[in-house]
């Protein structure tokens, strides 16, 4: 919903790195239904009243598919075991929770993803398309265990996680029209639906404890002077009616499961690394000694490391404070000069070359506006809620990336 995935659509086009291949990763395709039926419980990670306990990573993201599939990871420490049920409820180790997450072969969701299994928990990517995104997380899958599940088995899998984590949404990097717009709204609403009725369909004893789903700082509407915390009130541009529904989609669980599962909104940032996102596009034009900013330069960029937004959902799934509304962004949003003016620095390269506001308008139309405008956020909930962010100034985030 911010400019995350439009920026540098303006100066480059961003070749897609060729996919890692997988080692010892082995994949067989039962279908949930044909798996024999076990007695299971409540995955281990949630209290009595299902708020969620210990510090396990966890996390993950989309794409689909049509048939469950089940990947273990090889390798020389014992695997943890997981049993899929008819019912589609699990068993893990003591100790490891299970989540259900759909938008998981996305930015933020694949680095979620190679997270969670590194902690030895189990994941079940709700997609669209299972071979895709089995393809998509080869390099993600590094340990533990993955279970795809296309959307008529979504319902399936999700009794018994600890939590489900929703990524799911069509891009928005594109030029608007009508048709584009109205699948924007309806792709998130669609799959934020499909997960929420999964959950209120829950036997209470096997409902997850958390329901994390995106949002946008989008949700504000822009300003050149105003600040926006998770109390400020939503914007009336058509980002920000698509924020609204999208949350509104989510919110409806905590009053159809009493409460009793928690509702965390991330409503997400400009999210910076090396290979996607806003910053993947621009690195190109610098390195070219083209680079420079959008427009005049002077529209806020609240930006947050990778590495930070996968902390946060973390926190999310783990932390019982953090519910309701949540911005994902560093303490120190910059201006659109500044941001370029620090990548610059960091590469040893000018920031010289804006692009003018009218080639912007001219490529994205309406859309332009996300560019050439945007909004000051502060992550108060996250920081009252105890999180610390490793990546707190832009100058420290690139050196982290680029070093």
Not at 114 to 134: M, P, S, W
Not at 202 to 231: H, W
Request: proline share 6%; glycine share 10%; net charge positive.
């Amino acid at each position: 919903m911010s400019a995350t995935h439009i920026h540098a659509t303006v100066r480059a086009t961003h070749a897609t790195p060729p996919r890692a291949r997988s080692r010892g990763v082995r994949f067989a395709q039962p279908s949930i239904a044909a798996l024999p039926k076990t007695s299971t419980t409540r995955c281990p990670g949630l209290s009595s009243r299902g708020a969620l306990r210990g510090d396990d990573a966890l996390a993950a993201s989309i794409l689909g598919g049509s048939t469950a599939t089940r990947a273990t990871h090889l390798t020389s420490r014992k695997p943890t075991v997981v049993v899929v049920a008819a019912g589609g409820a699990s068993q893990t180790a003591k100790g490891r929770m299970c989540v259900a997450i759909s938008g998981a072969s996305g930015f933020v969701g694949s680095r979620l993803v190679a997270k969670l299994l590194a902690g030895g928990h189990e994941v079940r990517v709700l997609t669209r398309d299972v071979n895709a995104a089995r393809m998509a997380l080869r390099g993600s899958m590094t340990g533990g265990n993955v279970t795809f599940v296309s959307p008529e088995k979504w319902a399936a899998a999700i009794p018994g996680c600890t939590g489900v984590v929703n990524l799911a949404g069509e891009p928005i990097s594109t030029r608007w029209n009508p048709a584009i717009k109205a699948e924007i709204m309806a792709s998130r609403i669609k799959a934020t639906k499909r997960i929420a009725d999964a959950i209120a369909a829950c036997e209470p004893d096997r409902r997850p404890g958390v329901l994390v789903n995106a949002s946008a700082i989008g949700f504000y509407g822009t300003s050149e002077t105003r600040t926006f915390d998770e109390e400020a009130p939503a914007g009336g541009d058509y980002l920000s009616k698509v924020c609204q529904a999208w949350e509104a989609t989510a919110e409806e669980v905590e009053r159809t499961c009493d409460g009793a599962t928690r509702v965390v909104v991330l409503r997400l940032g400009i999210v910076l690394d090396r290979d996607g996102g806003a910053l993947g596009k621009m690195l190109p034009t610098f390195q070219i000694f083209a680079g420079g900013p959008m427009g005049d330069g002077a529209q806020w960029f609240s930006w947050v490391h990778r590495e930070d937004a996968v902390g946060i959902v973390v926190e999310s799934l783990t932390n019982p404070e953090m519910r309701g509304p949540v911005n994902v962004t560093a303490p120190n949003p910059v201006r659109m000069g500044e941001m370029c003016a620090a990548l610059g620095r960091t590469l040893g390269r000018p920031s010289w070359l804006p692009v003018p506001d009218f080639a912007i308008q001219a490529l994205l139309g309406e859309g332009a506006t996300v560019v050439l405008q945007g909004q000051k956020v502060a992550p108060n909930a996250a920081l009252k809620a105890g999180y610390k962010f490793k990546y707190e100034r832009i100058d420290d985030a690139l050196q982290n990336i680029l070093r």
